[in-house]
């Protein structure tokens, strides 16, 4: 690590922790919290809004890093856009609808302003720049967004993801000529920082403008080394475990003819809460899967294929395991 992204490093710990020692204090004055309802985890009111922290120490982080101009303002901007979430905290919840178009916006700047590039999404399979590939992000930035938003259900689990998944990204993009390939580098202090607040029992958390920023960051990392030589479903296979449950919840959900809009605890994370892990349990098991998909992903990229194999072997049996035992429990 050179000297411009070991300061990056220690300037995004400090500004998340002071930005968030700021906010809790913040958040307890002005009665910001997190009050428990029949789908939470928590069992008393908790301090929110803490995703401002992390957002703030990346974009630290990130001004003191060589990033070109180009990438690094549409990221911030992006940034600033999402910030908006905060109200849905503030005591005026956001409708879906507006949910929707302010995660449009976002994505929307990312692509107005961010240079245009392809995406490789296999091996042979290129999509050059142009509308369609801007239409693709658009859509991806949304889905991750969505699926971060819908993961941040219990304590230190976003947080505890994002790390080993922004330290997968950061070793794949190694590999490549990333604009932005500082930017996962970054990430892992500030969620690490966070973490020592937001692990359970959590003191605070992240709020829709962390889980929303993180979803958006993890998609620009995985869209940027798709565009310089990775196929986009290796870029994004660290992230595989988060988009297993959320695309098999959601499933499950529409067979049974289920408003998918609607706010439930139904995926395989809050069943296995209910079920009496703890919430520690369930963060150690999830790491044990996005790690193994994240060395799937290296191991393929670095052409050790009977390690990526195996790798990826693991996390499938472990999820696969864990939605045997979900549909079991749900007919039972």
Sequence with gaps: MNDINALAVGLTFGV????????????????IMDVPNERSAHSTPTPTLGGIAISAGIAAGLLTTDVPGTWLWPLLLTLCVLLVSVVDDLGRPMRVGRKLLLQLAASGTWVGLAPSMPIQLTQDWVLASGPATAVLTIVWLLWLMNMFNFMDGIDGLT????TVMSLGLSLVLVMTASPIAVLPVVMIPACLCFLLFNAPPARIFMADVGSLSLGFLLGTVTLTAAAHGVSLWLSALPLAGYAIDTSYTIFRRLLRRENVLQAHNQHLYQQLVQSGWSQLQVDGAALVISASFSCAALFELSGQHILSGVCMAMAVLGMGAGLWWKERRSRG
């Design 16 to 31: 998340t922790a002071i930005v968030t020692m700021g906010v809790l204090q913040a958040s307890k004055y002005w009665r």
């Design 159 to 162: 947080t505890s993801q994002a």
